[in-house]
C-alpha cells in the first residue's frame, strides 16, 4: 500500500497513521518527497480494512494499494523521478550522463590517459573495473585494490565521479570507499545478500540487466537495495542474450520506455555489452540519446587492440570524440523532450 499524506501533515499525524498501518502486520516506510509524505507498506495483513481505515482519517490524502511484487521502485510509490546526483551531474536530471573508461583498470597510464579523453569529449564518469567477473577464470580478473585506487586517482585528476564493480560482499565497504557509484554486473543482479549489502551503503548504486533478467526481475532486484535503505538505484539496460549470434548481445531499448512507466529509477544503456563491436556504437548510441535513456555507459581505451579485456568493444580516443561529437543533434532533441515529458 501506499500512503499520501496531506501537504502540512504534522510529524505526529505521521508517526499516527504509521503506528495504525504497523497494527495491521505491515512495515512502514516513509519518504518525503518535495510536497508531501508518502508512506509505503509492505507485508501481509488485511489490506481491505486497513485502507478502510486509513482513509477515514483527515491527515491521509489517499492510501491505494500496490498490485506490482515491487513497491518502493514503483512509479505508484514515488511519481517524481528520482534524480542522483554524482560529482558535478546529476544521473535523472537534465543531462543525458556519458559514463566511459576502459572495461578494466591496467595501468596508471591508461587510466590517467583515459580520464583526461572522457573529460575533454564531454563524459561526466569514468569507469573502470577492478574486480572483474570474467568468464574464463584464466582471464585477467582486475588489479583489486590497486586499481580501486588508480581510478580514483584519475577521477579527481579529472573532474570526473567514478564507477566501478562490486562482486562479493565483503568487498561493499572497501569498494565504496574509493568509488562514487557501485555497479552490480550482470551476473550478479541476483546475488541477494550483495544487493541487500548495498542497500545498507551510504552510495549510489547501477544495477545491470542480467543476461536473461525480464525486467519485472531486475525491478525486484532494485526493490532489494531501496527496501535495504538505498533509495539511489540506476538501472543499466546492457543487452540480453537471444538467439542471434551477430551481436555479442542484444540491447533492449524498449526497456527504456517500458521501464520509464513502472519505476521512478533513472535508466542508463550500455551499447558497448550489448554490441560487442566498437564500430556498431556510435550509431546505437545515437538511439540510446533519442529513446530517452538518462545517459548511456560505453568503454573507450587508449589501445583497444592491447585492452585486457574487451577491446573489441573499446572505442579509441578519437573514437569515442567522433561518437560524442555525432550525438549532439540527438542530444537537443533529448533536451526539449526532457522539458515537456515525465510519463506516468
Ligand atoms: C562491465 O561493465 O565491464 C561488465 C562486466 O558488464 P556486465 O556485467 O554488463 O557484463
Ligand atoms: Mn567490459
Not at 60 to 80: G, H, N, T
Not at 88 to 114: H, K, L, R, W, Y
Request: one cysteine or more.
Amino acid at each position: 500500500m501506499i500512503i499520501s499524506m496531506k501537504l502540512g501533515a504534522t510529524k505526529e499525524q505521521i508517526e499516527d497513521i504509521c503506528k495504525r498501518i504497523e497494527d495491521f502486520g505491515y512495515r512502514v516506510h516513509s519518504i518525503q518527497g518535495e510536497e508531501r509524505v508518502v508512506i509505503a507498506a509492505v507485508g501481509t495483513g488485511d489490506v481491505t480494512h486497513c485502507l478502510e481505515s486509513l482513509r477515514s482519517y483527515d491527515s491521509v490524502e489517499s492510501a491505494v494499494r500496490i498490485s506490482a511484487p515491487y513497491k518502493f521502485v514503483s512509479r505508484q510509490y514515488r511519481l517524481d523521478r528520482t534524480q542522483i546526483a554524482v560529482g558535478n551531474t546529476v544521473v535523472g536530471g537534465d543531462e543525458f550522463v556519458v559514463i566511459a573508461g576502459p572495461c578494466s583498470v591496467e595501468t596508471e597510464e591508461q587510466i590517467m590517459a583515459t580520464a583526461e579523453a572522457v573529460a575533454s569529449a564531454g563524459g561526466k564518469v569514468l569507469r573502470g573495473g577492478a574486480y572483474k567477473p570474467r568468464t574464463s577464470p584464466y582471464d585477467f580478473q582486475g588489479l583489486e585494490e590497486e586499481g580501486l585506487k588508480l581510478l580514483r586517482k584519475a577521477g579527481d585528476a579529472h573532474g570526473l565521479a567514478v564507477i566501478t564493480e562490486v562482486m562479493t560482499v565483503t568487498n561493499v565497504n572497501l569498494v565504496a570507499e574509493y568509488t562514487d557509484i557501485l555497479q552490480i554486473g550482470a551476473r550478479n543482479v541476483q546475488n541477494f545478500p550483495l544487493l541487500k549489502a548495498v542497500g545498507r551503503v551510504d552510495r549510489p548504486v547501477m544495477l545491470k540487466r542480467g543476461l536473461s533478467s525480464t525486467i519485472k526481475e531486475l525491478l525486484l532486484s532494485a526493490e532489494y537495495v531501496v527496501s535495504h535503505g538505498n533509495p539511489n538505484v540506476i538501472l543499466c539496460e546492457r543487452g540480453i542474450r537471444t538467439f542471434e549470434t551477430e551481436t555479442r548481445n542484444v540491447l533492449d531499448i524498449q526497456a527504456v520506455p517500458v521501464l520509464n512507466k513502472l519505476t521512478h529509477l533513472p535508466v542508463v544503456l550500455d551499447p558497448a555489452h550489448s554490441s560487442g563491436k566498437r564500430d556498431l556504437i556510435p550509431q546505437i548510441a545515437c538511439a540510446c540519446v533519442a529513446i530517452g535513456a538518462d545517459g548511456m555507459m560505453v568503454e573507450t581505451h587508449p589501445n583497444p587492440e592491447s585492452a585486457w579485456s574487451d577491446g573489441p568493444q573499446s572505442l579509441t580516443f578519437d573514437g569515442f570524440k567522433k561518437m560524442m561529437d555525432g550525438l549532439k543533434p540527438y542530444l537537443q532533441i533529448w533536451q526539449a523532450n526532457r522539458a515537456v515529458a515525465v510519463p506516468s
